[in-house]
């Protein structure tokens, strides 16, 4: 009786224990605090790298104030906080606007609920667990796929489009792209900030070569150093 006794006290505290240790968890999911990734001074330039003009009126039946090639540009100018939002003071050049003029000023007011995210242009940091967060509260309509958050909509004239929204581990948005029915690309705005030349694969062969040199160089020293040792 007292070994059944003592075995039933061990499986009851090493649930207590998985149960304390999820409820941490939980505590710490909910307490955490998401901020901005970014600084002030940040300048980000988004292009419009593609664009279907029929598809665009036949969905939205409207022309767009753009056309492929276009450019707006965005600086961050200052951030601040309250005890329910991040606030962000950006200075906002449209598309056609001329560059050399003062941009338009808007406030940006981002919840630090991810509860209630509502389509802000950032993402909120750590950008991974803030679109978990997001996600879980938001609904059935929108999914998330990496750092890229998806909305499924249907416009004014009945078509159905795919909204996709991917940012950088910062929170700044690098591409948003309408996807029609068929998912070709109905436009796509992309951050000029995050072009590298042959992308990303350049970078990973780069690196590769870099690695390569240094294993060489240090091999061909020690050869050197044999040889030297075997004429002795």
């Not at 929170?171 to 992309?190: C, F, H, P, Q």
């Amino acid at each position: 009786m007292n070994n059944k006794l003592k075995v039933f006290c061990i499986i009851s505290l090493f649930y207590f224990c998985i149960f304390i240790s999820s409820f941490n968890i939980n505590t710490k999911a909910q307490d955490e605090e998401f901020t901005v990734g970014f600084t002030e001074g940040t300048e980000l330039i988004w292009e419009v790298t593609d664009l279907n003009l029929m598809k665009f009126k036949e969905t939205f039946g409207f022309e767009p104030n753009f056309e492929q090639g276009d450019q707006n540009r965005m600086i961050i100018r200052d951030i601040s906080s309250t005890a329910e939002a991040w606030i962000i003071e950006i200075e906002f050049w449209d598309y056609k606007a001329d560059w050399g003029l003062s941009g338009e000023t808007i406030s940006l007011v981002m919840s630090k609920n991810a509860a209630e995210y509502d389509d802000y242009l950032f993402s909120l940091h750590p950008v991974d667990s803030y679109l978990d967060a997001a996600i879980a509260a938001l609904p059935p309509e929108y999914y998330r796929d990496g750092l890229s958050l998806f909305k499924q909509g249907r416009s004014t004239t009945g078509l159905n489009y795919l909204w996709e929204k991917e940012y950088d581990t910062r929170g700044i948005l690098i591409a948003e792209t309408v996807y029609d029915d068929s998912d070709n690309i109905i436009v796509r705005l992309e951050g000029t900030f995050r072009i590298v030349p042959f992308g990303i694969y350049f970078i990973g062969f780069t690196a590769l070569a870099v690695v390569a040199i240094i294993v060489v160089s240090i091999r061909r020293k020690r050869v050197k150093i044999t040889i030297s040792e075997s004429n002795y």
